[in-house]
């Protein structure tokens, strides 16, 4: 996607956090839970944990939230127990559809991933029906300010480990491998940086125009209802045109 689109989707995703904050954290504190629960209640020595902690505090989520689902994970708190399911599909049109979801009951999310997806003109495939046209990198976003040096961010992330900064009018996307996310977001932040978006993503190799604006809309719906249903954590898709809707 082009840089102006990933910067629509950041803003996009900043708005749905703002609308329907509440929900967005208790999404964040499924997520961090599992993470904890999985590879042990301290991000220095839990790579996917960091992850979960760096993408909750660029969401502004509070810290004693943050604390309280870390606690939980690691059996401090009682908690639900949620299981990671990831589903693959096929939007309308065809864009390829990835789903990953948190759940303390299956049948129920599989109910509702697949209603989704009938109901916009989709169909739920098979796992890795679509999961080879994405990528997974780390993604972190960091708008322009006349306050830093940007020669400066680029040593600061390059040193860290980033991969790769793409510079727009916007601001900057530095991309990492997933193994070098968290210290890339420690060594930002640490320097005083404040990450506008930090996340894993699943960048797709190819996209899907959509031309007919039947699909479009029911691309759009079906986006709305996988965002409204608590058991899904991220949704990935290779339509560029929802950024300019």
Same mark, same amino acid.
């Given at each position: ?24 954290f =208790? ?11 999985e ?10 944990l ?21 606690k939980?994970?690691? @059996?401090? $708190?009682? @908690? ?6 990831n ?16 759940? #303390?009951?299956?049948?129920? =999310? ?13 169909n ?9 046209l ?23 992330? $390059?040193?860290?480990?980033?991969? #790769? ?14 193994e ?11 320097a005083?940086?404040? $990450? ?23 691309? $759009? ?13 991220e ?11």
């Open positions: 996607m082009s840089g102006h689109s990933k910067w629509s989707t950041i803003k996009n995703k900043k708005g749905k956090i703002d609308a329907k904050r509440g929900q967005i =208790t999404k964040l504190a499924k997520y961090i839970a599992v993470a904890s629960r590879g042990g209640p301290d991000p220095d020595m839990n790579a996917r960091k992850e979960a902690v760096a993408k909750a505090k660029a969401a502004n989520m509070p810290n004693d939230n943050i604390d309280r689902a870390i939980k994970g690691a @059996g401090e $708190l009682h @908690g639900s127990i949620y299981e990671e399911i589903y693959e599909g096929y939007g309308p049109g065809g864009v390829a559809v990835i789903v990953e979801t948190l759940t #303390d009951n299956k049948n129920r =999310t599989a109910g509702d991933v697949r209603h989704a997806f009938d109901k916009n003109g989709g739920l495939g098979t796992s890795g029906c679509v999961g080879f994405f990528t997974k990198k780390g993604q972190i976003m960091i708008e322009k300010s006349d306050k830093f040096n940007e020669e400066d961010l680029m040593m600061i992330a $390059l040193e860290a480990g980033a991969d #790769d900064i793409e510079t727009s009018e916007e601001g900057y996307e530095i991309s990492t491998e997933p070098d996310f968290g210290q890339v977001c420690d060594a930002l932040k640490g005083g940086y404040e $990450l506008t978006s930090a996340e894993i993503a699943m960048i797709p190799s190819t996209e899907v125009e959509l031309d007919d604006p039947g699909d479009i809309k029911k691309m $759009l719906k079906m986006i709305d209802m996988f965002d409204d249903n608590e058991d899904v954590q949704v990935w898709h290779n339509w560029p045109g929802e950024d300019d809707e």
